[in-house]
């Protein structure tokens, strides 16, 4: 852990936002990331970027950059000897929050380098945080670009912020005690925000819509792999097996359509004969099964507007 912290860019009170991104091996989409968010209607006050022991033209593409944009800052970490997702990432970007005091700044978002983002992203989502002072923990959806220009949206849902770009308010991220260093970390901290008093949330919004220049799932060997990691991660957070079971059934009909809800279902009764070590926090887990059973009875949108209007009658947190 870093003793000196990256000193914050001048930026507005109330709108210092600080960017942390892993990246391995990511020559092919960063010069795009790198671009379109230096390109933004308000300018990260600081961009620490976490060169995971890249071996491609990714060193010198930040290199580049670093010169031209005095808030970003590059920390680099020994090879690993191969991409890691879940935990492998969460380390990464800890490593990159070492540098950094978030007392200093407003918001802290983890930000990864396979994105394009629309020229007003960070903006957008600061109007809308403000004028919602519930909102922990925002982003747009995303999109993928066809091979004939047109846009292909992700599935995904709007109970949090997507886990390529995770927009948070310093204070809701300190409540939660940050991400957990496991699979399925990106679907664990809506839950806790909700818990804790947040509202965690995905929106359409023509100025936050966000490309995914990687297909979601595809980062480690292929999309197969990926959805097995997936249905290890809903054992890992708690899910059911019964919800595991539903959403095995709701991602069957999108590619690799049968064999993506299969893997889904390996990859949860795997870890479940396997004895694979569950997130332990019983207030959690409870409140985890209670909101998975209302969103099966009611549907994920209703029982979700259900949830928010209750977290609304409370204090406002933070």
């Known amino acids: 852990m870093s003793s000196e912290k990256f000193s914050a ?19 092919r989409y960063i010069r795009t990331t790198l671009a379109t968010t230096c390109a933004q209607s308000v300018q990260p006050a600081l961009w620490v970027i976490v060169d995971d022991g890249s071996t491609d033209a990714t060193p010198e593409i930040l290199q580049e950059f670093a010169e031209r944009f005095d808030f970003i800052r590059v920390v680099r970490r020994q090879d690993r000897g191969a991409r890691a997702v879940g935990p492998g990432v969460i380390e990464a970007f800890y490593d990159g929050l070492a540098y950094v005091d978030l007392d200093e700044f407003d918001y802290v978002t983890k930000f990864d380098g396979d994105l394009e983002l629309p020229p007003r992203y960070f ?15 925002l982003s747009g959806k995303l999109f993928e670009r066809l091979a004939d220009g047109s ?23 300190k409540a939660i ?13 809506g839950h806790v925000c ?47 097996w019964y919800y595991a079971l539903a959403s095995a ?4 009909i999108e590619p690799p359509y049968l ?19 569950r997130y332990e926090n019983p207030a959690y887990r409870r ?7 209302a969103q099966l009875f009611r549907g994920k949108r209703r029982a979700l507007a259900a949830e928010n209007e209750r977290i609304r009658q409370g204090p406002v947190p933070g």
């Not at 809308?128 to 909102?135: F, G, K, N, S």
């Not at 059934?249 to 069957?252: D, I, K, Q």
């Open 287 to 293: 409140y985890l099964r209670r909101f998975e059973r």
């Open 249 to 252: 059934a709701y991602r069957s």
């Open 177 to 189: 005690g940050g991400f957990v260093r496991e699979v399925a970390w990106d679907g664990i901290d």
């Open 151 to 173: 846009f292909f949206e992700e599935r995904t849902g709007d109970e949090n912020a997507v886990g390529p770009i995770k927009f948070y308010r310093v204070a809701c991220f």
């Open 123 to 137: 903006e957008r989502v600061m109007e809308r945080m403000e004028a919602d002072p519930y909102l922990g923990n």
């Open 9 to 27: 860019a001048t930026r507005p009170a109330g709108r210092r936002y600080c960017l942390i991104t892993p990246c391995r091996n990511e020559a």
């Open 194 to 240: 909700r818990l804790n008093g947040w509202i965690a949330q995905s929106v359409h919004d023509p100025e936050m819509q966000i490309v995914h220049l990687r297909p979601m799932g595809s980062s480690q060997q292929n999309i197969r792999v990926g959805r097995v990691r997936w249905g290890r991660g809903k054992y890992f957070m708690g899910s059911a």
């Open 259 to 277: 064999f993506g809800g299969f893997g889904i279902l390996w990859g949860y009764f795997r870890a479940m004969l396997t004895g694979h070590p």
